[in-house]
């Protein structure tokens, strides 16, 4: 734990314990604190995981206000909720190692900060994660999944080499078109569910939108 005149930020690890809750009760047992930050350095948390973190912290009498890791997926989650988060490069030998033994994946994800506006073309042969929205008349596409910490309002592909398994994920899915693999579909017309991350997956030959933590 790092303590400053601000912020108590907590960092959260699964490796000596069964899980990451149990250590994160450990660290609050003795803590009293409305402003705190998790560190859940490349713990993948849905949602609901970040739900359940807000819930054991408020049992301790603590409030937790802002995330940051190195996970798309916790970024993209903690920030559907309305939190503050930082998304963290792990960029030292020993963390790529462990990266690598957990995603081989990661080094081939592309990385994009700001806004891709109309005209704008952005290619991943990897995993594409954006921090910022995706405009109309901009097209992203991946060979892996796509991940969008903003708006999709363009056109977006994942798994554009025929991965049918690759998914596309945004705070908010309101595409002029998706594909995945040789997949198309339009997006959908209903307003979006606050608070809730969105995800598009292909099942039983559709490409479907749901809420991210449901997967």
């Not at 049992?59 to 802002?66: G, L």
């Not at 899915?173 to 979006?192: C, N, T, W």
Request: glycine share 6%; charged share 25%.
């Amino acid at each position: 734990m790092n303590l400053n005149n601000q912020k108590i930020i907590i960092n959260i690890d699964d490796r000596n314990y069964p899980n990451w809750k149990i250590d994160l009760k450990n660290k609050l047992k003795n803590l009293k604190s409305n402003n705190l930050e998790i560190d859940s350095r490349n713990i993948d948390l849905s949602c609901k995981d970040i739900s359940e973190i807000i819930a054991i912290a408020n049992q301790y009498d603590c409030k937790i206000i802002s995330f940051c890791s190195s996970s798309p997926k916790t970024i993209v989650s903690s920030q559907s909720l309305g939190y503050k988060s930082q998304f963290i490069f792990e960029n030292s030998s020993k963390n790529i190692s462990e990266i690598n033994k957990k995603n081989l994946t990661f080094l081939k994800t592309h990385f994009h900060q700001g806004t891709v506006r109309s005209g704008e073309y952005l290619e991943s042969p990897g995993d594409l994660l954006i921090l910022g929205d995706v405009n109309p008349g901009a097209k992203v596409s991946a060979e892996g999944n796509i991940i969008i910490w903003g708006r999709l309002l363009g056109i977006a592909h994942a798994g554009s080499k025929g991965n049918s398994k690759a998914r596309i994920s945004a705070l908010q899915l309101r595409p002029v078109q998706l594909r995945i693999a040789k997949k198309v579909a339009r997006g959908p017309k209903e307003k979006p569910h606050f608070g809730l991350a969105e995800q598009a997956r292909i099942d039983s030959e559709e490409i479907i939108i749901s809420p991210l933590e449901t997967t």
